[in-house]
């Protein structure tokens, strides 16, 4: 279908500012599973307050807040002489952790987890339905909003005919160090890793860009990068291609085109599932050290001790906004354990020795 109101949180507040006509609240959608574009589709039908919420009023009245304060900042944003301040830098970003908690793929994640857990357990109690996955991940919002604070954040005008486009899950996390450098070929990422990416477009013109400051550089005038080159916008919307569950969103209706050259060029290389379970069992037991042997799948007989590991999958896209640049003399801190490439302030936060800075390049 392309759409199902009870599939997607993407709040009205955000998809207004891309909508077709502001009159009617509609949106031209792309299907990616049908490759079909309608229009003009009502954003209602896009969105799921109800069963977001579900009849958690204490959670509602805290993001209502939130979400109005967005739609304020971003007719303030689009105003000729707005200066970016750190303030609205440290909102906007979490309003990007808020839009990525609350996505299908991080509750669909919870989800499986628990599933998995209970495959391994056999406890009925483990197991997470979609509703109780979606509220549990918004509730750890303010335990872990603070992991995104050490992030830069740019705002990206867009001067070309290209607009941006978004989608059923705009805000995209990704790591162009780790997908490009071998010595990070076998770890995981995520919000504390070295050489973090998040990008959220706010409006057709319009994108949030925080980033790792150890490990890129944008240059930036007040907060605001200039982009004059429609292959630039390309490479922003291949992310949200990439990161999308279903369905694409753009302001205009004469883009369907484009929408399908954006999906050509992901089709080939957008995984199939956004991430995979890994479980490994106690293997042996030697001078007091354990040792796993990763399997399959969970097996049906019982083992006396077990691991599982929910890894994100994430790709490269077909090329990175160039505005993106290395930071001469970037690095990145390591322990040399499974706990990866940490940045320095998240380091700095645990308290624990060991890490050292490697050089990016």
């Known amino acids: 279908m392309a759409s199902n109101k009870n599939q997607h949180y993407v709040p009205q507040c955000y998809l207004k500012n891309f909508s077709v006509d502001a009159s009617k609240a509609s949106i031209c959608l792309y299907n990616m599973d049908r490759k079909k574009v309608v229009k003009v589709a009502p954003i209602k039908n896009q969105c799921s307050k109800n069963y977001f919420y579900g009849e958690d009023l204490e959670l509602e009245k805290a993001l209502q807040p939130i979400e109005g304060h967005f739609s304020a900042m971003v007719r303030t944003i689009e105003k000729p002489s707005y200066v970016l301040n750190d303030k609205d830098q440290a909102f906007l970003k979490h309003f990007w952790l808020l839009q990525y908690l609350r996505t299908e793929a991080a509750s669909r994640r919870n989800v499986e987890l628990s599933e998995g857990m209970h495959q391994f357990t056999g406890v009925t109690e483990l197991k997470l339905g979609i509703k109780d996955a979606v509220q549990h991940s918004m509730r750890s919002f303010s335990e872990i909003k603070h992991v995104v604070s050490d992030l830069k954040v740019c705002?990206?005008?867009?001067?070309?005919?290209?607009?941006?486009?978004?989608?059923?899950?705009?805000?995209?996390?990704?790591?162009?160090?780790?997908?490009?450098?071998?010595?990070?070929?076998?770890?995981?990422?995520?919000?504390?890793?070295?050489?973090?990416?998040?990008?959220?477009?706010?409006?057709?013109?319009?994108?949030?860009?925080a980033y790792d400051n150890d490990v890129y550089s944008i240059p930036h005038k007040n907060g605001w990068v200039r982009i004059k080159n429609p292959s630039d916008i390309d490479s922003f919307n291949y992310l949200q291609a990439l990161n999308c569950q279903a369905n694409l969103y753009a302001h205009r209706v004469d883009i369907e085109i484009y929408f399908k050259h954006v999906h050509k060029q992901v089709e080939n290389i957008k995984p199939e599932r956004r991430h995979k379970i890994i479980y490994a069992i106690l293997n042996e037991e030697q001078n007091g050290t354990k040792?796993?042997?990763?399997?399959?799948?969970?097996?049906?007989?019982?083992?006396?001790?077990?691991?599982?590991h929910c890894q994100p999958i994430y790709v490269a896209p077909p090329t990175w906004p160039r505005i993106i640049k290395w930071r001469p003399k970037g690095f990145v801190t390591t322990n040399d354990t499974g706990i990866g490439f940490i940045r320095l302030p998240r380091v700095q936060e645990m308290d624990t020795k060991g890490f050292y800075k490697l050089r990016i390049r």
Not at 156 to 163: A, F, G, I, R, Y
Not at 169 to 191: C, M
């Open 155 to 209: 705002l990206v005008k867009n001067n070309t005919h290209t607009d941006f486009i978004t989608s059923d899950d705009p805000a995209v996390l990704t790591n162009r160090w780790h997908l490009l450098d071998k010595r990070a070929e076998l770890q995981s990422f995520g919000l504390s890793s070295a050489g973090c990416l998040l990008f959220l477009p706010l409006s057709p013109k319009i994108l949030m860009v």
């Open 291 to 308: 040792i796993f042997k990763v399997i399959d799948s969970p097996e049906t007989k019982e083992h006396t001790e077990a691991l599982m």
